[in-house]
């Protein structure tokens, strides 16, 4: 290899000291700053969109929940403490709320929340505060405090109602 060859190679790869080599603060803090606000930039609308998403499903589940409730709590009462065995037996105790239009089919409420068909009240220890029969939940599992809530007040309610009936 000659001199001269050699030169030019050396001389086409930056130096340390070369401001080639590395960019300047300046420009590192530029690229930082142009990141940030790219990310700001696309990532507020979409944790908006997924926490706007997460809302909706939250409210449409809760709903679900208490109005399954409220139509179970009006079975027993039509029924005289008879425990509904389909979405069918509970039909007729569909009323459409004027608050939430995401509930208002009981295809909807079939959709979110599990009801436990097969209970036999003879069968059910009313009388456990701390934690109550699971009658109702919700398919996702989310909202278990709502759920359990939900539960005790049904507990409740059925146990007025079958002193009521005297069963």
């Known amino acids: ?11 086409d790869s930056p130096s340390a000291d070369s401001p080639i080599a590395k960019p300047n603060l300046r ?7 142009a990141a940030v606000i790219v990310l700001i930039i696309v990532g507020t609308p979409l944790a908006g969109f997924l926490w706007l998403r ?3 499903v939250r409210e449409t589940e809760w709903n679900a929940l208490w109005h399954t409730q409220t139509m179970i709590i009006r079975h027993l009462a039509r029924t005289r403490g008879e425990w509904p ?18 509930t208002d089919s009981t295809q909807t409420l079939h959709d979110c929340v599990n009801v436990d068909f097969d209970l036999n009240l003879q069968e059910v220890d009313l009388s456990e ?7 109702i939940s919700l398919k996702s599992g989310r909202l278990e405090a709502e759920t359990i809530k939900v539960n005790r007040e ?7 109602s079958l002193d009521r009936w005297g069963q």
Do not use: G, Y
């Not at 290899?1 to 001389?11: D, F, G, I, K």
């Not at 420009?27 to 700053?33: E, F, L």
């Open 1 to 11: 290899m000659t001199q001269p060859e050699n030169q030019s190679r050396e001389s």
């Open 27 to 33: 420009q590192r803090i530029v690229a930082m700053a």
């Open 54 to 56: 997460s809302a909706v």
């Open 85 to 102: 065995r389909s979405w069918d037996d509970l039909e007729p105790d569909f009323q459409p709320t004027n608050h939430s239009h995401r």
């Open 129 to 135: 505060t701390e934690d109550p029969p699971k009658f």
């Open 154 to 160: 049904l507990q409740e309610s059925l146990k007025k």
